[in-house]
């Protein structure tokens, strides 16, 4: 973020800059004062345990030789907290003729028979458990779809980026991670005239030439001759390539061992998989599951399910994939810092918020200042930041309730709409494609307009949209439907922007990472079945190249034809059982009223989140619009108790905002501590972030005192209240304002780069409204009223609401003074400094 320019504005900008913005460093570069904690494994056991699930059972018990068992062990430490010891200590079974273990506890059956585990640790403390093996001398047949698919997915052959895309590679196609095993069988045994397998010379199989890197193979080579995963294949082929029938059982569910844990720092945790089936059956799947962490800074995990924390505290989410199912292993990282004293707590947000820091150890920054508080909530709730004489005026106040009166105001105000419509108005894809748009476009941004200022309830807000019918004279919320104009968008979108879930991959096969299958997919679009469109009554404008439609529900049967299946699906919720509706009824508002149900698992969560990420600049659950079980939330007491609030206030958007402003929680400095540099998701301080495109645009014409027209738009039209993106000028494109393709906020680009750098340093744009005629540093180089001193101080609270720092008015004053023979080109170079300032760019 340093710019590095040249000139004679050179030594003014580094000069303004200079320590002002330091606080603004996200921690690049920087480390944590803090050393270390001592690891826990140094310290003595009282006791071990042998997992996974200690205590629960007495037994390891394998059947057949393709079964192995991932041990789990645990030192429980004298003040009872948990360390992991699985790498740690010394196995040894009793009969080694029966069972094997590795130094990093992986069993392997040999041959049938009971034995013993001993397990010992570097303290000398010991523990056992009986280990049981059967079915070694009588194995069952092997299992395709149970045993086979499954090594095609761990060594990633049917992932999207190899045989599992639509076209396969290289003449050979797999199902997208063996989501279709049947279809995988069909490919691999009796395609090419079953030329890739060789039951009478298994190790002759182009299946296992080519994985061994015998023959040539664009993959490489995947797995070894003495491998688990080559002998399985290899005894499969030599069965006769057994597929298995419909009776056979099939994963259920899977479970992470252990399922939580408090780790320090750099520790590591094994992690054990465990696969139930659907006739109770369990098997471990550790080595065959697939394991990704949902916060790579803060945790790795490699491929044997072996987690690492890093060098960051605070909560992370290791999940784990298999057959389609999956689960989360979650870390807790303390810092460990003892906590004398927390920020009052003012509402349920300050006490989930301080509570988790003060678990994980992590002292929160102060309360910011009040200069600091007033731009910030000016900016988070309108868009704008205060006048001078507002600044002045708050300043000023001794009431200690300002902050609270303040955020009142803000939120009854029309700038507070012209924000939040700009916000809705983007991610519900409204804009004009065509000059006749324009009409419909404008209707539905006033009706998102008012219904934000009016303060509607949100349930009542998105279920006028997905119901809306009509056309846009009448009811403005059908423009949605122009971009939104297929089942599947609407589908994807409505699941997205309102349920906070991104379920497009079931469109087409089960959701990798979730539990969504196609058949939820296509319950959810039957809702959508019977929207129809159609041109409407030709009158004023016209209906050539109109796209607005009329929007009406078709009578009749509302179901969805899963493409896959075939099977015509019955409307229903995610989570729900399929609803019986009648013809007449239109089955958007069956969907409405289940968005609306107080016990809705999503609706108001993913509201919440999204607000959360306006004001903190990062969800509770990060994506905010991705919030599946193996990505969980980084605080779950705050966005439980926050959608709690939310739907007990009768999903009142204004009170939400006046919740989460109000809290202690957002109104912590910026500035960071000695400990909390390095905290990115447990809010213990204000995580500054970059002014969106409009919301620049429009302070840097108030501290410039200039303005700017937009076409068709009135005179005073500021941009964040323009309509239409595709309508705005370059500023805001190279500053990054979507431009309304999509239902996701991630469309708004809020990283920095040069072409910005250099516009506001260089454009024509930018310094002919610094030096205009009735420019801000015009007027206050005119002004022969008052000292220079005065004036410093008026521009500072325009520029940065607050008043100027002695060393900055002291350079200042001294750069006006060797310009007074041109006191405005001196205001002009100043205001140009501040305005490239990090201060200024940022809402700190």
Not at 306 to 326: C, D, H, P
């Amino acid at each position: 973020m340093d710019f590095r320019i040249t000139g004679s504005r050179t030594p003014l900008i580094l000069m303004l800059c200079g320590v002002l913005t330091l606080f603004l460093v996200s921690g690049s570069g920087a480390t944590n004062a803090l050393a270390a904690p001592a690891a826990d494994a140094k310290v003595d056991f009282k006791e071990i345990q042998i997992g996974p699930h200690p205590g629960e059972k007495e037994l390891l018990s394998l059947r057949g030789p393709d079964s192995r068992q991932q041990v789990v062990v645990t030192g429980v430490l004298m003040n009872g907290k948990l360390h992991d010891l699985t790498r740690d200590v010394t196995y040894s079974i009793a009969n080694q003729d029966i069972a094997s273990i590795s130094n990093d506890g992986y069993i392997t059956p040999l041959k049938d028979g009971k034995t013993q585990l001993t397990v010992t640790a570097k303290n000398g403390k010991t523990a056992t458990i009986p280990v049981s093996i059967e079915g070694i001398a009588t194995p069952d047949a092997i299992n395709f779809k149970n045993q086979v698919v499954p090594i095609f997915t761990k060594l990633t052959c049917n992932s999207g980026g190899c045989h599992g895309k639509a076209s396969g590679q290289n003449g050979f196609k797999l199902s997208l991670l063996g989501f279709y095993p049947e279809d995988d069988y069909e490919f691999l045994v009796k395609e090419g005239r079953g030329r890739r397998l060789f039951p009478t010379s298994p190790s002759e199989s182009l299946l296992l030439t080519k994985g061994t890197g015998v023959t040539p193979h664009g993959g490489g080579k995947l797995i070894k001759p003495d491998s688990y995963e080559y002998r399985l294949l290899y005894r499969w082929i030599e069965q006769g390539m057994p597929y298995g029938s419909d009776k056979d059982r099939t994963v259920a569910s899977i479970e992470c061992f252990p399922a939580t844990r408090t780790m320090g720092q750099e520790a590591e945790q094994q992690i054990s998989v465990i696969a139930t089936y659907s006739d109770g059956s369990t098997e471990d799947v550790t080595r065959m599951a697939l394991f990704e962490a949902n916060d790579s800074e803060m945790a790795e995990v490699n491929k044997t399910g072996l987690v690492k924390t890093l060098n960051l505290s605070g909560e992370v989410a290791i999940m784990a994939r298999y057959q389609g199912q999956v689960s989360t292993f979650r870390a807790t990282i303390p810092l460990g810092i003892e906590i004398a004293k927390l920020p009052e707590s003012k509402n349920l947000i300050d006490e989930a918020v301080f509570n988790k820091l003060k678990v994980l150890g992590i002292p929160p920054s102060p309360v910011a200042n009040d200069s600091t508080f007033m731009r910030r909530v000016y900016i988070d709730i309108t868009g704008t930041t205060p006048s001078e004489e507002e600044v002045k005026a708050f300043l000023a106040d001794k009431d200690p309730a300002k902050r609270d009166k303040l955020i009142d105001r803000l939120i009854d105000s029309p700038a507070y709409a012209d924000y939040f419509a700009n916000k809705w108005n983007m991610v519900l894809r409204n804009k004009k494609l065509q000059p006749v748009d324009i009409a419909g476009t404008n209707a539905f941004y006033q009706w998102i307009w008012n219904s934000l200022y009016e303060n509607k309830p949100y349930n009542q807000f998105v279920g006028e949209i997905l119901s809306a019918s009509g056309e846009f004279r009448q009811n403005p919320a059908v423009v949605w439907y122009r971009e939104v104009n297929t089942v599947e968008e609407q589908v994807e979108d409505t699941a997205q922007l309102f349920l906070g879930l991104r379920i497009q991959c079931a469109r087409c096969h089960h959701h990798p990472f979730e539990k969504w299958s196609q058949n939820d997919y296509y319950g959810l679009a039957a809702f959508f079945s019977r929207v129809g469109t159609k041109d409407p009554t030709a009158g004023s404008i016209g209906t050539r190249g109109f796209r607005d439609k009329r929007v009406f529900h078709r009578e009749g049967a509302a179901t969805a034809k899963n493409i896959r299946s075939g099977e015509n699906l019955k409307p229903t919720a995610l989570g729900m059982q399929p609803l019986d509706l009648s013809p007449e009824r239109d089955p958007r508002v069956a969907l409405v009223q289940w968005l609306s149900r107080t016990d809705n698992p999503f609706f108001a969560k993913a509201l919440v989140n999204r607000y959360w990420k306006h004001f903190f600049g990062r969800g509770i659950v990060e994506p905010e619009d991705d919030m599946r079980a193996t990505n969980p939330p980084a605080n779950p007491e705050l966005l439980d108790g926050l959608a709690k609030h939310f739907v007990e206030s009768g999903f009142d958007l204004k009170e939400l905002v006046r919740a989460i402003c109000r809290s202690n929680a957002y109104q912590l400095s910026s500035l960071p501590n000695e400990y909390n540099l390095k905290d990115k998701q447990n809010f213990s301080r204000y995580y500054p972030k970059r002014l969106t495109a409009e919301v620049l645009y429009d302070v840097f014409h108030q501290v410039t005192n200039s303005t700017q027209r937009f076409s068709g738009l009135p005179a005073e039209t500021k941009a964040i209240q323009i309509t239409d993106a595709t309508s705005a000028p370059y500023f805001l494109k190279v500053f990054g304002q979507p431009q309304a393709d999509t239902a996701c906020e991630c469309e708004r680009s809020q990283s920095a780069n040069l072409a910005q750098s250099l516009h506001l340093l260089n454009s024509k744009e930018v310094q002919d409204k610094i030096t205009g005629g009735s420019s801000r540093a015009a007027m206050l180089a005119k002004d022969t009223k008052r000292s220079n001193e005065e004036k410093v101080k008026e521009l500072y609270r325009w520029v940065y609401s607050r008043a100027p720092q002695e060393q900055e008015m002291k350079f200042a004053l001294s750069y006006i003074e060797r310009h007074k023979e041109k006191p405005q080109i001196a205001y002009e170079d100043i205001i140009w400094a501040l305005i490239n300032t990090k201060e200024f760019l940022f809402n700190h």
